[in-house]
């Protein structure tokens, strides 16, 4: 069944936020703390090793009944189900979406088409188990016998941002292994990689659900021949390249082994994929015991969020105070600023969720949506952002509604550095809330001995309004487990605001003009004529040519 089609401006919820909004929207943060102890407490959801405080939200409890209220007249509850059981709700592809099954239990049962998916998955699942610790224990060695030393892994957005995304933040759980990523067309980009590496100790994992796309397929053949070219012969492809993909046919082309293919399946969507052989690379880089404790984390998310009630659903909530701002307050972007420094990679990865999914203009009538979908997401870890574009959030004009992600232990379990990343980490999301007044301002410069004409010309230059709306995430540690459960937790969050704009999320046609577009120009390129293009194109095409 098809996710129904509602407005949500049409909505009762709807009018009675615009209403609320109008009545609320310059009420400061600060004085909804100081007249309400309890607040904290209010605003915070705890859930396993997570506490989400989101109490430092422009919200009062009316916000947060209108915005469950919508919830309910949009039929979340309808569309949750839908999602799981593996409705087609992907809809101008004709496809489930169920990424949710790649970590769910295998007792369970997920019908595609009436046949249960779980048995292949966990067929697959075995398979990467094998493969995996073949190559990590040197059992599986390269054509002159020696064991692996480094894994490529080539693919592009999300059979790339996810495995390097989560190679990079469980670092700290990693193996001999070092695992390169090759995705840009550019040509430098796969040149740079390969010139450090050896052939014969260097594993390549081509990533690619369709096997049709022009970057991955230019690389893999840049790779093959530079492997050809090294040493290495068309028999000894069998042993240094894998592939994961729907294509199997295609794979079967480029010579790959067929005891070294990793299917996958059209009702995972590529930027939700890392949970399937896509995920390959990192379970080649810190084993496929933590690979799996990362599903499980994400399966006890999805549980969360399937069966908790909306107003202590945290996925539910997020979601919920991202409409709030998007649509009433006109917030056009989020930041994710993660305080550890293994998720650098962070808000990279979780761009192509959100702006991939939720970046629609036509509603499920395929009608023009007349109000805001997708918000901009993006971020730095802290406290590196706070040298660079922290400055904006706290004095600029933009209202930014900013997640903050941190941990209570460090893993190398450095006391003294953590403990001034986490004041900075409290300090931030304080300061965005209350911001300074004048008369503090002032008492500053007093102290300092400042002339009345001096204090006068500075204090409104070190004024912060504050009022800024942060997220809270305090979380054990970062583990395998919690790192599964946060990325779940976000996907879920694409879902429910998807389901609220009335948008198809799980497509992505805006990617293709920009292809299409580009496979004419390469001839244009290549061939001594150009075609027609516009005035502007067509004289940087003349010079680039020249
Ligand atoms: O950018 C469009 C897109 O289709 C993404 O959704 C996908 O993750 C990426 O291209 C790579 O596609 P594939 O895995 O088929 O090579």
């Known amino acids: 069944m098809p996710l129904q089609n509602i407005d949500p401006t049409t909505t009762i919820a709807w ?8 009545e609320t929207r310059h009420t400061h943060l600060k004085n909804l703390f100081s007249s309400d102890a309890q607040r904290a407490e209010t605003f915070t959801l ?16 009316k916000t947060t009944r209108l915005l469950l209220a919508l919830a309910q007249e949009v039929q979340l509850k309808d569309a949750i189900q ?24 295998k007792t369970d049962t997920v019908l595609v088409n009436g046949a249960n998916v779980i048995p292949e998955v966990y ?22 016998g020696k064991p692996f030393t480094d894994v490529v892994n080539i693919g592009i957005g999300g059979s790339d941002l996810g495995p390097a995304m989560v190679t990079e933040a469980l670092k700290f759980y990693k193996n001999h292994l070092n695992v390169h990523f090759v995705s840009n067309v550019d040509g430098d980009h796969v040149h740079e990689v390969l010139k450090g590496l050896n052939p014969e100790t260097t594993l390549f994992v081509i990533v690619s659900k369709t096997f049709t796309t022009q970057e991955t397929l230019s690389n893999a053949t840049t790779i093959k021949k530079w492997f050809l070219d090294n040493g290495g012969e068309q028999t000894d492809i069998a042993k240094h390249f894998a592939a994961v993909s729907t294509n199997t046919a295609k794979i079967k082309e480029f010579g790959i082994s067929a005891k070294n293919v990793f299917p996958m399946w059209d009702w995972v969507g590529g930027r939700f994929s890392l949970w399937s052989a896509v995920g390959l690379s990192i379970a080649l880089a810190v084993g496929y015991e933590n690979f799996d404790s990362m599903l499980v984390g994400a399966n006890e998310m999805d549980e969360h969020f399937k069966t908790t009630d909306f107003k202590d659903n945290i996925p539910v909530v997020l979601a919920l105070l991202s409409v709030w701002y998007n649509n009433f307050y006109g917030a056009d972007t989020e930041a994710i600023i993660p305080y550890t420094q293994y998720l650098s990679r962070f808000s990279a990865y979780l761009q192509q969720g959100f702006m991939e ?38 004095q600029g004009t933009k209202l930014i509604p900013t997640d903050f992600i941190g941990y209570k232990e460090s893993l190398h379990g450095d006391k003294d550095h953590h403990n001034k990343l986490m004041a900075n980490f409290f300090a931030q999301t304080e300061a965005l809330m209350n911001g ?3 008369e503090t301002v002032e008492q500053e410069l007093l102290e300092k001995n400042i002339s009345q004409d001096e204090i006068k010309k500075l204090v409104p230059f070190k004024i912060f309004e504050g009022n800024k709306p942060t997220t809270t995430f305090l979380i ?12 779940a937790m976000y996907e879920h969050k694409i879902f429910v605001q998807g389901v609220i704009w009335n948008v198809f999320s799980f497509d992505q046609w805006g990617v293709e003009l920009g292809k299409q577009l580009a496979t004419a120009i390469l001839k244009d390129i290549e061939n001594s004529e150009i075609t027609d293009h516009d005035g502007s194109t067509l004289q940087l095409l003349q010079y680039f040519k020249s």
Do not use: C
Request: proline share 2%; glycine share 8%.
């Open 15 to 22: 009018k009675k936020l615009t209403e609320h909004f109008k």
């Open 46 to 61: 705890r859930w396993n090793d997570f506490l989400v405080d989101y109490s430092k939200n422009r919200i009062t409890s």
């Open 82 to 105: 839908k999602y799981f059981e593996g409705d087609a709700i992907n809809e101008t592809e004709g496809r489930a979406v169920l990424h949710t099954a790649l970590r769910a239990k």
């Open 123 to 144: 067929k697959v699942k075995e398979h990467i188990k094998s493969f995996t610790k073949a190559i990590i224990s040197g059992e599986s060695t390269g054509y002159t």
């Open 357 to 394: 999914s939720n970046g629609k203009s036509m509603d499920r009538n395929g009608h023009r949506v007349e109000h805001e979908t997708g918000t901009i997401l993006w971020g730095e870890p802290g406290t590196n952002s706070q040298h660079a574009f922290f400055q904006l959030m706290h």
């Open 436 to 438: 300074k007044t004048a």
């Open 476 to 487: 054990d540690k970062l583990t395998p487990k919690s790192l599964g459960a946060l990325i």
